[in-house]
């Protein structure tokens, strides 16, 4: 038969006090593409993957601020940015294509 006391205990999470003060995460603008800006929080920034898609870096909360600094100068801006005008011209083809 089976111990529970054999494995470590999971730290109990809990939620705010009902009299608590909502946790508002601190968020800052980038812009990214002419005009067009992202919200970042402590999540990092949302990453415009090659096929459209978004996504956050799983690590973001590991990294040191330099590091933070510089993956959102090279991926969320120069990347993104570049992602962006690859999808639009895909974008702008295809409806080339269809008149």
Same mark, same amino acid.
């Given at each position: 038969m089976s111990n @529970?006391?054999?494995?470590?205990?999971?730290?109990q999470l809990a939620l705010p006090a009902p009299g608590d003060p909502p946790?508002?995460?601190?968020?800052?603008s980038l812009n990214v593409v002419e005009g067009t800006t992202i919200q970042m929080d402590e999540l990092g920034p949302i990453i415009v993957n090659?096929?459209?898609t978004l996504s956050r870096i799983s690590n973001w909360h590991e990294m040191t601020p330099p590091e933070q600094e510089r993956t959102v100068r090279l991926i969320a801006k120069r990347r @993104?940015?570049?992602?962006?005008?690859a999808l639009q011209k895909k974008e702008d083809e295809e409806q080339a294509a269809k008149e």
């Open positions: @529970n006391n054999d494995q470590p205990q999971q730290p946790h508002e995460p601190s968020t800052r090659s096929d459209g @993104n940015q570049e992602r962006m005008k």
